[in-house]
């Protein structure tokens, strides 16, 4: 019997170093494919011009292919997407955890689950239809598609990541620290505000790290909403946005545009990281104090 489940331990253990290293794997071909592929356009453009140049102009007779207005525009985006998204995100996981009723909590936990699993392409034909032509009206606009809009729909698409995290942190707080809060005198909102959160920020941090990936890769709705032009990032004006800029132009691209483009993808994926990577050593940095 004790060989029987030493060997079926040894079988599990080795099942999980094998999922651990395709995943592994998965991202290190990844990497070396976007290193292979997008380094020779930066070297044919130069990385200068490349980043720093705010004119995007690939199929015109003499092309230019300048980022620097992609860039500022996924920043723009998806800081407005999170200083939106993530205070309604979390407030509403905090009101779900500690003060719905269970009929209310089950409610709005499936309601959750629901907005999880809608494709981004419905997001993006509901904003089209809906919240562009609001905008329009609303500031008297030729045209309500731009970066307000794309603010708006990624602060939607979000929320689902930015509660469910939330929420299961928020719910991994032991009773008894509410207790003795509780015991000492404080009321329901100040345990909540200053022992459960502080004890759950961790898994709140990392809810904020899931928004911001969420937010910054999403290609398909922004295209829909944001107009999808080549500008210098405005509220109310047509922005382009990295991941929209390749999605757009890859099926017609070819040749230096086409290197150019996989050239946005590897900027995107350095990006990614780099933000992963600075929110991660905050969180490491602050869980040591």
């Known amino acids: 019997m004790n060989n029987k489940k030493i060997s079926k331990e040894n079988l599990i253990k080795t099942l999980f170093l094998l999922t651990g290293i395709i995943s592994c794997a998965a991202v290190v071909i990844i990497t070396i494919y976007l290193v292979i592929a997008g380094i020779p356009a930066i070297t044919a453009i130069g990385l200068k011009d490349f980043i720093f140049n705010t004119q995007w102009a690939s199929t015109a007779k003499v092309p230019s292919y300048g980022i620097g207005a992609f860039i500022l525009t ?17 407030l509403t996981a905090l009101y779900i955890s500690k003060i719905a009723t269970n009929r209310v909590k089950s409610i709005l936990e499936h309601c959750v689950n629901l907005m999880a699993g809608i494709p981004s392409v419905v997001y993006g034909l509901l904003g089209m239809l809906l919240l562009v032509p609001a905008i329009r009206a609303i500031f008297d606009l030729p045209d309500g598609s731009g970066l307000l809009a794309a603010i ?22 032991p009773e008894e620290y509410e207790d ?4 000492l005198g404080a009321t329901e909102v100040e345990t909540y505000v200053r022992v ?84 991660n050593r905050l969180l490491k940095r602050s869980g040591n104090k």
């Open 74 to 90: 996924s920043i723009y985006g998806t800081l407005g997407a999170i200083l939106l998204g993530v205070p309604i995100g979390f």
């Open 152 to 173: 708006l729909v990624l602060a939607i698409m979000i929320l689902p990541s930015v509660i469910k995290v939330s929420l299961m942190a928020l719910n991994a707080v």
């Open 180 to 183: 003795a809060s509780l015991a």
């Open 196 to 279: 459960s959160v502080p004890a759950a920020k961790s898994g709140i941090a990392a809810a904020i790290v899931l928004g911001v990936g969420r937010a910054i890769g999403e290609a398909m709705a922004v295209m829909m909403v944001a107009g999808n032009v080549a500008n210098m990032p405005s509220l109310f004006q047509s922005v382009r946005f990295l991941t929209t800029a390749v999605a757009g132009e890859m099926s017609y691209s070819a040749g230096l545009q086409r290197e150019a483009l996989f050239s946005i993808a590897l900027v995107l994926f350095i990006f990614i990281m780099g933000i992963n990577i600075f929110l």
